[in-house]
C-alpha cells in the first residue's frame, strides 16, 4: 500500500467578526482550546460541540499544539477585547443599582 503525503486543509477559519471558529461550525476556537486544557479528548470535544468534526477537532488540536504561543496570544487578544466591550456596554447601561431600585420599589409596593 502507498501512502500519498496529503496536507489536508487547515480547519480553522475567521469570521466577519474576526473570531477564530472551528471546521464548518460557529464554535469558536477558544471553546476547544478551553476545553482540551481541561482534560476534554477530541471525542469528548465533540460530544461537547455536536457540530463539530471529530477530523477536524484533531486537526485544530494538532495545530494547537504546534502553534501554542500564537494560539495563547490570541486568545488573550480576545479576552481583552471581550472584557472592554463588556465594560462599555456597563458603562453605558443604566443597570448599576437597578436591582436595588427595583427591589425598593417592590418593597414600597408591598407595604401599601
Not at 501554542?68 to 453605558?92: F, G, H, K, L, Q
Not at 447601561?93 to 427591589?103: I, R, V, W
Request: proline letters at 4%; charged letters at 30%; zero cysteines.
Amino acid at each position: 500500500m502507498n501512502l500519498a503525503a496529503v496536507t489536508d486543509p487547515n480547519p480553522l477559519h475567521v469570521d466577519e467578526h474576526g473570531v477564530v471558529r472551528v471546521g464548518g461550525s460557529r464554535v469558536m476556537l477558544e471553546r476547544v482550546v478551553h476545553a482540551f486544557d481541561d482534560g476534554a479528548s477530541a471525542e469528548e470535544i465533540v460530544e461537547r460541540y455536536p457540530s463539530l468534526d471529530l477530523a477536524d477537532v484533531f486537526a485544530t488540536l494538532a495545530y494547537v499544539l504546534r502553534h501554542r504561543p500564537e494560539v495563547d496570544e490570541y486568545m488573550r487578544r480576545s479576552e481583552a477585547e471581550a472584557a472592554e466591550t463588556r465594560r462599555s456596554i456597563e458603562e453605558r447601561s443604566p443597570a448599576e443599582g437597578l436591582l436595588e431600585t427595583l427591589k425598593q420599589r417592590v418593597g414600597r409596593q408591598n407595604e401599601g
